[in-house]
């Protein structure tokens, strides 16, 4: 199965992820993970990626694309993965549109967790002071959603014209919204 799971900042789809992946066997690929574990790790990838994060802006398509694409090309992806964090860009949606079809392959759903959003500001902050991450200070999370509505909000319409667009009520316990989400792939 290839998933994509979309929501703004703070709807909880690490989380979600995490769990549904286990749950489906299959590889659980965030570009947010893979950005940190570089950064941590001083790799080029990372320091150029670091600068993004920390101001709340979209690390260029290019780095990213070509990321995903090293990602996806690994023999545990080959079945199936669920992607969280892309695509976040039209550019990116035509990129894996192209790296699926050159596979034969395609995205079988995309999962939008909606949310409040004043509910999700108030998730973020508190992440900001469990966690200490340096990409989570106000400003800057105001920032990560005003670049979500204005960039990867309206991918939604796009995959929802493609019929495989699926909207699942992030609100709630995790146990609940994992329940939701299964459901609704039929697992
Ligand atoms: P996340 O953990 O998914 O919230 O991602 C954390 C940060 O990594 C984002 O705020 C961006 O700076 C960067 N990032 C993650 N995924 C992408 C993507 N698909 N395109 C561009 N930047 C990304």
Known sequence: MRVVLMGPPGAGKGTQAAVVSGRL???????GDIFRANAAGGTPLGLEAQKYMDAGEYVPDSVTNEMVRD?????DAAAGFLLDGYPRTLAQVDELADMLGSA??????VVELTVDTDEV???????????????????VI????????????????????QGVLVQ?????DVDEVTTRVLDILGV
């Open 121 to 139: 500001v108030a998730r973020l902050v508190k992440r900001a002071a469990d966690q200490g991450r340096s990409d989570d200070t106000e400003d």
């Open 25 to 31: 066997g299959i590889p659980h690929v965030s570009t």
């Open 168 to 172: 699942v009520d992030g609100m709630g």
């Open 71 to 75: 990602r996806l090309a690994q023999p």
């Open 142 to 161: 105001r920032r990560r959603q005003e670049i979500y509505s204005e960039q990867t909000a309206p991918l939604t319409a796009l995959y929802a014209q």
């Open 104 to 109: 034969g392959t395609a995205i079988d759903s």
